[in-house]
């Protein structure tokens, strides 16, 4: 088994205090990092290589080409193959995607996928499904598969139970309380979220709360301490 840590964190494309927000993922202490509302317009690249060194980590994958889904990790990741995913696009709403890797610590091999799903319900649902299809089509089989992002739906909707179907909700696993995570001022409902494969224990899971935290995003970031077989 190698322990590892996971953050998802919806950065609102780093418009709050970079310097809160560099303090709050270093202070995580995470391998990995799954991060929503990266930059994608004008200079995006360099800004989420900012974001990377603000946080003392480096950039996998993702972006622009991921619709603004970014994976991060330290030093301690290897990286095997990453995947930039554009799901189908509704007129007048936001390129959704995902950014998937496969990624080795210690000798364990695992995959992570980052998303940011629609504020509609019925593309949001739609975009479970493609996301789905995409890790099936980039990850290898047995390969054990993290999906974290910003879901925005809760928990016991139809988006949330197709999230859980290959999957479990890693704060129904070992969370404490009810795991709010919007807004970081005042966290009222839980749309932020970590699936694991049932082959991945989860020995904790905790919203980071501090003073950086409240001026770095309007979400409030989750961070999981998993063992990977």
Known sequence: MAAVRVLTYNVRSM????????????SAQADVVLIQEAPRFLRWRSLCAQLARLGGLVVISGGRPAAANLILSNLRVDVETTADVLFTKDPKLHQRGAAIAVLTVGGSRFAVAGTHLDLKPQPRLRHVEELHAAIERTVPARV??????????VPQTPVWRALCGPRRDAWELAGDG??????ALQPQRRIDALF???????????????SDVTVASDHLPVLASIEVP
Not at 144 to 153: A, K, L, W
């Open 15 to 26: 418009r709050d205090d970079r310097a809160a927000l560099g303090r709050v993922l270093r």
């Open 144 to 153: 054990p598969t993290i999906v974290g992002g910003d879901i925005n739906d």
């Open 178 to 183: 009810p795991g709010y995570t919007s807004s």
């Open 196 to 210: 694991v494969d049932p082959a991945i224990r989860v020995s904790g899971i905790h919203t980071i709360r501090n």
